[in-house]
């Protein structure tokens, strides 16, 4: 069995105690949406790339042709004079084994950059249509809960009930053993297509906690699109209901704006 | 491929020849339930934990909204001066081949600490809605059989017909080549649901095998909850049968009672 | 990943030149059935037992109430003076990498007791219900098939057409790489119930070609018993169609008689 | 868990850079009918065989009643004093972590003998009954582009959008790292069935690129073998929708003439 690889683009990298943000594909893409918008704002430089033989067997094209293999990338920006690395993706783990040996990698990087702390961020989905503001966290420590808090972050009884799958959550829990404190900052969302009304109620909450300020323009537009798509899709499915003809939403209306 | 992983909680643990007495989950959560009312009445103490990328990649949210992995868990107790350690846990392996890893690691923490001999605690399902106080019982000796029969345990030519799937019967088979004798002791179960009452009469049997005695009332107020959803159930059930709109348990009726 | 586990039950086995005869479970049984009629008329002799982890993670209960895990085994006869190896048992893998790594432990143990020949026993589905006494074979060597033929054995050109999965198939074309001849040959059979008439034909072949006799009473009495059964199935289907109710063959008609 | 394996025919195999060429299955068998067709063009000659437990567990009957593992082989051929290999073979790995370990050995031999490009051959399905000459490509250099749309090979906007899955794409990315060349070329097909139009004007194209001449017969009257089938299929459902009895294509209509 091949095992993960991992390609540094930067052998040189020394930074000071950075906190790592990961935002993996997840409900409603909400952690990505929200970590990948941060990238582009702070305009963090690329410095690793994991390949895994967890991930699907598949290559991307680039606008120009070119191909490259889907993976998990690492960035690394700066806020406030702070160091922070980000861990983005295209894919989480195929297989149940393989989200224990990723967590364990990303786990192994952190410990190399004495990070602090870790915030995974991801959607919490509800099931109902109407959109909620509410970030719900999960932590690996009390204290870091009562700190947490005070953002405006809700901390409620045994809460998600069917904890927490994949590696928003592995990465949490797991991180406790290497002395690494750890939160899971939850968007609320629908949770049936991409949200980023919910991605930029997580990322307030967090950019208060980073003490940073971000422009959040294509965030709101991105919400703007999906709000149109929803109209259609409402409109179309009420002719439907009249006995008019079935009118798919296009690819391009659906497709993900990265 | 990232192996299973032990966490010894106590470096020093000296123990004499204790028994095992093991109870993941399974058919009715029997095996589970038994070995979990042994390690509340006995105070017992966690000595280990193991950590498989054969679990699922799940964390588990506790009350105070911490996390931990899923995982099993290692306790040591003592009943007339004997120790005795406990193995219970969220989950068996998710996969056929780590059932054969944490059977083998299991067995290889048996040898450390020269255990003698292992009960594995399971339910069998009769598939029918009556309940059944019989224990029935396979083991890896045939002396340790006369033994056990002293007891109440019933061993029937060739049953379960079907042979057992999982850790209770692997650990039972297993130990033999280690050397060390090992009965699995199954509580008839209707299958379907949790199930406290033959959790009672396994842990009954075990208790005069072990020359022990427990408090009971927990496990009889679970079976007390248990009878009650059901009763609710029918009730439901009946209902519909005469129009009746239909009313599902609420998930607080069933969840785990732990 | 946990290695399959060879147990030698004879460490100082010697033995000149034996050939190998599989019989693992197949379609229709018939393999099987050959090999542990073989072995019971021979009165071969348990000297290897193989676990797996590409096994089901299961045990079987014996009459007695004991256990043993599900596995293979090798059995060492004498015919003739001859030596000669059988390897039966109860699963063949469940994984598609396990029928690699099995057949590659297989053929290391071939070469061990320097095997000159192997034989691979199955059935061949016709999806006929009418019997056939033709018995199909492939090897691994042109001067074989020609040495088989005069056996009766039939070669159709590139037939079995889709090929052969499992042990039976890996084994004959990857023993050509250490050197050994072997053929694998099958009995014609319907393919849906285990079939010990398809495993008669085989036999007969076989034993004319190892220049050895066998009562086959057993092998009669066991296709007596599933003549019997398909009368009845077919006794009640007739009964369904002139609205009878319906009536299952029990369990014990139906079980396997090993 | 078992490695794949490699055999080398020939041990002191020595290689002018030679350029390799992949057409592995894949829609509408595209890629391997262009390759297996160059291969007997050429008369290349076999200097490699792979074996994996990746692959189904399977073996396949020659017309001699010999049988053979599925496997992947490389021909070594030439063509205007140039060192061509060719990698061809009867499946791709059937999980997902078997693609990247493959992927991985074939970019081994590669390096190995100094490959400087690579071209990977398959199918692009349209989903659409009418066939469509054109070539698209994909590759892992944009100066590597602008040469081969000299010879007609299309390059669309991040097309396909849904990436490649599969040995064809995987190969062209991971090349990359490798420092080879590589590019993907595919011919538009339907995508139902075996499509040896589509692989006559993806060869077309790969002759130009290679500077070679072929003879194309057999694989034009493959094309017209496929057109008859597709005709006879097309009046029996127009049969059939005239209320005639439904009459299938034998095996031998719609069977791989390799």
Redesign the interface.
């Known amino acids: ?2 095992q993960s690889t991992l ?1 540094r683009l930067k052998e040189d990298l020394e930074l000071k105690k950075p906190i790592l943000v990961v935002g993996l594909p997840g409900v409603g893409l909400v952690g990505k949406l929200v970590v990948e918008h941060l990238v582009d704002e702070l305009e963090a430089e690329k410095v690793m790339e994991i ?20 993976n998990n990338i690492i960035y690394h920006g700066k806020a406030n004079g702070n160091d922070i690395l980000f861990l983005v993706g295209d894919h989480q ?5 393989g ?3 990723l ?2 990698l990303y786990l192994d990087i952190a410990e190399e950059f004495q990070v602090p702390r870790i915030y995974t961020l991801g959607g919490y989905p509800t099931g109902k249509l109407t959109s909620d503001e509410t970030v719900l ?6 204290k870091l ?1 009562e700190e947490i808090k005070e953002y405006g972050v809700e ?7 069917g ?5 928003s ?2 990465l ?3 991180s406790r ?1 290497r002395g690494i404190d750890a939160a ?1 900052l939850m968007g609320m969302t629908p949770g049936y297509l991409m949200d980023p009304k919910s991605a930029q109620s997580l990322l307030k909450v967090l950019c208060k906690m980073l003490e940073i300020e971000v422009n959040m323009d294509s965030l709101e537009k991105k919400a703007e699109e999906m709000e149109s798509i929803l109209e259609k899709l409402k409109e179309k499915e009420e002719q439907q209901q009249q006995g008019y003809p079935e009118v798919k939403p296009t ?1 391009e209306d659906l ?1 993900y704006i990265g």
Not at 59 to 70: A, H
Not at 163 to 167: C, F, N, P
């Open positions: 069995m091949q390609v390949y895994s033989p967890h991930f699907p067997p598949q290559v991307l094209v680039n606008k120009d042709s070119t191909v490259r293999p889907v783990s195929t297989t149940s084994q989200h224990y040996e967590c364990s966290g999960v932590a690996n420590d009390t809960i901390f409620r009884e045994s809460e998600p009930s904890g927490i799958v994949g590696a959550g592995l949490v829990a797991f053993m899971c690819e497709r």
